[in-house]
Structures are given as C-alpha cells and as structure tokens.
C-alpha cells in the first residue's frame, strides 16, 4: 500500500508561486516605504522586516513597524503601485502554472488560490490573467476573518468551504517562509515550497516544508502520481 497522501485539496500561493513576481512586491513596497515616510536610517532594518515577512498581509506588514496612520498610508500606496503594474501588463503566470492547476483539477484535486493581497488587488490580478474559472476558490486575508499567513486561516476556510473532510487531505505550497508555517500550522500532510519566488530552499526546509520543489510545474508529479498518470492515459 502506498504512503502517498490522499490529497484532495491544493492550497497554491499566487506571486511567486503561480505568478511570477519579478520584482512587482518589491516595487510596491518601496512606494509604500516612502509614502510612510520612511527615514534612511530606518531603510535597512523595514527592508529586513519586508524581506522577513513575504507573503503574510501587506496591512499586518506594515502595522508591526509604523503607527496605524502610516500603516494605512502604506498599504494604500502598495495597492496602487501593485495594481498599476499589473495593469501595465506586467503580472503573468509562472511557466507550467497554469498547466500544472488544470492537471490537478482533471485529477479530481480541488485547488485554492491564496494571497496576502487585499480582495481589490487579488481580484485585479486574477481577472488580468484570466483566472477568474481556473481555480475551485480564490482567497484572500478577508474572506479568513482577516487573518492572513503564516496563520491556518485561509487553509482551513479552503476546507471548509470545499467540503474536504480532513487536514490531511490538503497539500499547501508557496515560496515564502510565511507559507511553509502556514501550511505546518494547518496540519496540512505535504508542504512544498518552491524556487521561483522570496526565499531558497534552505529557508524553506528550515520552516518544515515536505518537499523543495523547483517550481509548480513540478506539483502534479508529487501529488497522488497514479492517478494523474491515469487521468493522463
């Protein structure tokens, strides 16, 4: 009998991840930096602090190091700079994504979109790929009671909301530290980060991830490989 986890649910990051980044997150930080007022001396350590921290909610980022004003300051000039790149066309899907959550999907596997974007710029960037039916559910900070990663949250409402029937059954994959603890805390039975986004492949193993996994396009393999082989066939 085999050890391979039943997975009926995966729960997929988006930038960095599915999406590729190329520097949009950090772009928009840095509008948000400066719109908070940032000081020069401050740059290196809120550089840390964002570099530490991708993949949780942008407001949170900003909450653990300036007052709430300036928190608001910056996640609204994050939005804006994020959304304006994405409408100069510049957000696109990683290699294989869109391949590899198709493959999943034929296999019977549900699929989740995450983000620690808010609901205005996950929708923006989900409509400007064309993503709006390629996943089961898409989620973000808000629709998990506010609570973003490296909290359980939106794993969990992902099961919640899909009918899957144990924590077990859920594979939860990301490039960040941030996702690593999220899928640790939900119980999740594989973890995988991969290579196309924030953090290396130590980083990643250190915060408990199952497997390091070169991209997403790698996903459908490690998960139930029998029946996607079938489906396949």
């Known amino acids: 009998m085999s050890d391979q986890p039943d997975i009926r ?4 990051d988006m930038a960095g ?3 590729a980044d190329d520097g949009l997150v950090e772009t928009a930080f840095g509008a948000a930096l400066a719109a ?30 300036f007052d709430e004003d300036n928190s608001q300051l910056a996640n609204r000039a994050f939005e804006q700079s994020y959304n304006d790149q994405i409408d100069a066309g510049r957000a696109v899907p990683l290699p294989g994504a869109l391949e590899a ?22 929708q923006r960037l ?6 709006n039916s390629v996943a089961d559910l898409v989620l973000c900070p808000e629709d998990a009671g506010g609570r973003g990663r490296p909290y359980p949250d939106m794993v ?5 909301r899909l009918k899957v029937d144990d924590v077990a059954q ?28 924030a953090h290396d492949g130590p980083t990643l193993r250190t915060e408990g991830a199952t ?6 396009a790698d996903l459908p393999a490690l998960l139930r490989p029998a029946q996607l082989a079938n489906t396949a066939s």
Do not use: C, N
């Open 9 to 12: 649910l995966a729960v997929l």
């Open 17 to 19: 991840t599915t999406v």
């Open 36 to 65: 908070a007022g940032a000081t020069a001396a401050r740059e290196p350590e809120l550089w840390q602090h964002v570099r530490d921290t991708m993949g949780q909610s942008k407001i949170e980022v900003f909450r653990a190091v």
């Open 101 to 122: 959550i198709e493959t999943l999907r034929a296999a019977g596997i549900l699929v989740a979109l995450t983000t620690g974007f808010s609901r205005d710029t996950q």
């Open 126 to 131: 989900v409509t400007a790929l064309g993503w």
């Open 156 to 160: 969990l409402t992902a099961l919640l």
């Open 170 to 197: 859920i594979a939860v994959v990301g490039d960040t530290a941030s996702d690593i603890r999220t899928g640790v805390r939900s119980g999740a039975s594989i973890v995988a980060g991969v290579l196309t986004g």
């Open 211 to 216: 497997h390091v996994l070169t991209s997403i």
